[in-house]
């Protein structure tokens, strides 16, 4: 059984910065790409950033420059730092990833359970 855990999460003043990291551990053969999304309240979910087994990476607008996603796959675990933070990032964040479990199944969507992330002043 795969899950993943996000940390990193708390309260930060504006301007300031998080290192968000998330593991992905339990029944893992290959993973393909890790990301993560974020919900603020009264907001749609939306995607942050992604990134493939190669290194690929993809942001959304407002985030590039900004944030930098990272992982190291020895470990499992993918990492979102946000720098120049403002309260419009205030959210949940999730970690996702398409991970295949065993060499027979194919691969398969999974998610964390969320940390927050404040921005205020």
């Known amino acids: 059984q795969v899950q993943l855990v996000e940390s990193g999460g708390g309260l930060v003043q504006p301007g300031g910065s998080l290192r968000l990291s998330c593991v992905a551990s339990?029944?893992?053969?290959?993973?393909?790409?890790m990301g993560w999304f974020r919900q603020a309240p009264g907001k749609e979910r939306e995607l942050v950033a992604t990134?493939?087994?190669?290194?690929?990476?993809k942001y959304a607008d407002s985030m590039k420059g900004r944030f930098t996603i990272s992982r190291d796959n020895a470990k499992n675990t993918v990492y979102l730092q946000m720098n120049s933070l403002n309260p419009e990032d205030t959210a949940v964040y999730y970690c996702y990833s398409f991970i295949r479990s065993d060499s027979v199944r194919p691969f398969g969507n999974y998610w964390g359970q969320g940390t927050q992330v404040t921005v205020s002043s």
């Open positions: 339990g029944s893992i053969f290959s993973i393909n790409i």
């Open positions: 990134i493939t087994s190669d290194g690929a990476t």
